[in-house]
């Protein structure tokens, strides 16, 4: 059974950082293309930025030049580190595993002052 957690998430004033992880049980990591996607309230989810087996990384624009996606070295926890946020970034933040089509729960991510 393929599990996805995520952490991190919080209320942050715009303009600080985040450092959101992903926990994937099984290593699932280890064989398939990882996401980040996002939902804000009202909003369809968005796909955020994406990491793949061999490390090539992929960015939405509105995120590009701010957030970066990772994988440790073990490659079972992935993480999305969060710069210079906007309150547009608001939104409950999902990790996806291509490969099963798996989600985890979602984090919370609040941008305000």
């Known amino acids: 059974q393929v599990q996805l957690v995520e952490s991190g998430g919080g209320l942050v004033q715009p303009g600080g950082s985040l450092k959101l992880s992903c926990a994937a049980s099984?290593?699932?990591?280890?064989?398939?293309?990882m996401e980040w996607h996002r939902q804000a309230p009202g909003k369809q989810r968005e796909w955020v930025a994406g990491i793949t087996l061999g490390g090539t990384t992929n960015y939405g624009g509105s995120v590009k030049g701010r957030f970066t996606v990772s994988k440790d070295n073990a490659k079972t926890t992935v993480y999305l580190q969060m710069n210079s946020l906007k309150p547009e970034d608001t939104a409950v933040y999902y990790c996806h595993a291509n490969v099963g089509d798996h989600w985890g729960q979602g984090t919370q991510v609040t941008v305000s002052s």
């Open positions: 099984g290593s699932i990591a280890r064989f398939s293309t």
